[in-house]
C-alpha cells in the first residue's frame, strides 16, 4: 500500500499547485495565533466543546467520549453515535485569514477559476462569475452561486471517525485546507451530503484521483477511515493500476 500512499501524496500537492503561496503558508502559520474562545451556539447535545474539553449547558447533555478514549474504537461501535457532539462552529471555514475580506471560499474561486473573474462589489470581497470546471461531475459554471465548497474528507466525517478530540487549530486546518476542497454544483453536493467513497462516488472519469485524495488526506491528519471506506478505496486503486 506504500506505493499508493506517495502517489497520493503527489497528487495532493500537485492540487495545491495552483493556489496562491501565499494563502497556503498564511492559513498554516494564521492555526496558532487564532483565539479559539466559547463557541457561538451548542451542538444537539447542548454543548461545547472548549479547547481540550467538553462543557454541558442542557439538561440531559452527555459527556462525549472524546478525551477518555485510549486507543482506535471497535469493530461495533457506531461513529455515528458522536453525530450530536458535532458543531460547525469548531470547524468554520467561513474565515478570512489575510484580512482582505475574501473567506477561504471566495479564496478558491479566485484561484481556481479558469478565466478572470468579477466581483459583486469594489472591495473584491464576493466572486460573482468566472469559470470552474466541476471534478465530481464534468460540468463547467460560470456564475459563483451555481458552486460551493465541498470537504472532500466531510468534516461530521472527520468529526465522528476521530477528529472530535483534535485541537481546534487542527479542526480549522482541516477545514481549510486546499487539499481538502472542491468546488461542485450544489445538488452534487446535496448528493454526497458526509458520505464516505463507500456509499458516493463522483463521475467514473475522477474517482481515481478521488480515492487518491481521500487517502492523502487522511494519512496527513492521521485519520483513521471507516472499514468499508478503506476497503472501497484499496479496490478503485487497485482498478486504478496503484499497487
Same mark, same amino acid.
Given at each position: 500500500?506504500?506505493?499508493?500512499?506517495?502517489?497520493?501524496?503527489?497528487?495532493?500537492?500537485?492540487?495545491?499547485?495552483?493556489?496562491?503561496?501565499?494563502?497556503?503558508?498564511?492559513?498554516?502559520?494564521?492555526?496558532?495565533?487564532?483565539?479559539?474562545?466559547?463557541?457561538?451556539?451548542?451542538?444537539?447535545?447542548?454543548?461545547?466543546?472548549?479547547?481540550?474539553?467538553?462543557?454541558?449547558?442542557?439538561?440531559?447533555?452527555?459527556?462525549?467520549?472524546?478525551?477518555?478514549?485510549?486507543?482506535?474504537?471497535?469493530?461495533?461501535?457506531?461513529?455515528?453515535?458522536?453525530?450530536?457532539?458535532?458543531?460547525?462552529?469548531?470547524?468554520?471555514?467561513?474565515?478570512?485569514?489575510?484580512?482582505?475580506?475574501?473567506?477561504?471560499?471566495?479564496?478558491?474561486?479566485?484561484?481556481?477559476?479558469?478565466?478572470?473573474?468579477?466581483?459583486?462589489?469594489?472591495?473584491?470581497?464576493?466572486?460573482?462569475?468566472?469559470?470552474?470546471?466541476?471534478?465530481?461531475?464534468?460540468?463547467?459554471?460560470?456564475?459563483? %452561486?451555481?458552486?460551493? *465548497?465541498?470537504?472532500?474528507?466531510? &468534516? @461530521?466525517?472527520?468529526?465522528?471517525? !476521530?477528529?472530535?478530540?483534535?485541537? $481546534?487549530?487542527?479542526?480549522?486546518?482541516?477545514?481549510?485546507?486546499? %487539499?481538502?476542497?472542491? *468546488?461542485?454544483?450544489?445538488?452534487? &453536493? @446535496?448528493?454526497?451530503?458526509?458520505? !464516505?467513497?463507500?456509499?458516493?462516488? $463522483?463521475?467514473?472519469?475522477?474517482?481515481?484521483?478521488?480515492?487518491?485524495?481521500?487517502?492523502?488526506?487522511?494519512?496527513?491528519?492521521? &485519520? @483513521?477511515?471507516?472499514?468499508?471506506?478503506?476497503?472501497?478505496?484499496?479496490?478503485?486503486?487497485?482498478?486504478?493500476?496503484?499497487?
Amino acid at each position: 500500500m506504500k506505493t499508493s500512499v506517495h502517489t497520493a501524496e503527489r497528487h495532493t500537492t500537485s492540487l495545491c499547485a495552483g493556489l496562491r503561496p501565499w494563502f497556503v503558508l498564511l492559513l498554516l502559520s494564521t492555526m496558532s495565533s487564532l483565539t479559539f474562545g466559547h463557541p457561538g451556539q451548542l451542538d444537539e447535545n447542548g454543548g461545547h466543546y472548549d479547547g481540550q474539553s467538553y462543557h454541558c449547558h442542557m439538561p440531559g447533555c452527555e459527556e462525549p467520549d472524546s478525551f477518555m478514549r485510549t486507543g482506535p474504537d471497535s469493530f461495533f461501535f457506531d461513529p455515528e453515535s458522536r453525530d450530536k457532539f458535532f458543531n460547525s462552529v469548531d470547524w468554520a471555514y467561513d474565515l478570512d485569514f489575510d484580512g482582505d475580506c475574501q473567506v477561504t471560499r471566495h479564496e478558491i474561486l479566485v484561484v481556481t477559476s479558469r478565466s478572470e473573474v468579477r466581483f459583486t462589489n469594489p472591495r473584491n470581497c464576493e466572486v460573482r462569475t468566472g469559470e470552474w470546471f466541476d471534478e465530481y461531475t464534468g460540468e463547467t459554471f460560470t456564475v459563483a %452561486a451555481q458552486i460551493d *465548497l465541498d470537504h472532500v474528507i466531510p &468534516l @461530521r466525517y472527520a468529526h465522528n471517525q !476521530g477528529g472530535d478530540a483534535w485541537p $481546534p487549530e487542527k479542526k480549522i486546518a482541516f477545514a481549510n485546507d486546499p %487539499a481538502n476542497l472542491v *468546488l461542485t454544483e450544489r445538488g452534487e &453536493l @446535496r448528493k454526497k451530503g458526509d458520505r !464516505g467513497p463507500s456509499r458516493y462516488l $463522483p463521475r467514473e472519469e475522477y474517482r481515481c484521483d478521488y480515492a487518491r485524495q481521500w487517502l492523502a488526506i487522511a494519512e496527513k491528519y492521521e &485519520l @483513521r477511515l471507516a472499514n468499508q471506506d478503506r476497503n472501497r478505496i484499496t479496490v478503485l486503486l487497485r482498478d486504478c493500476g496503484v499497487d
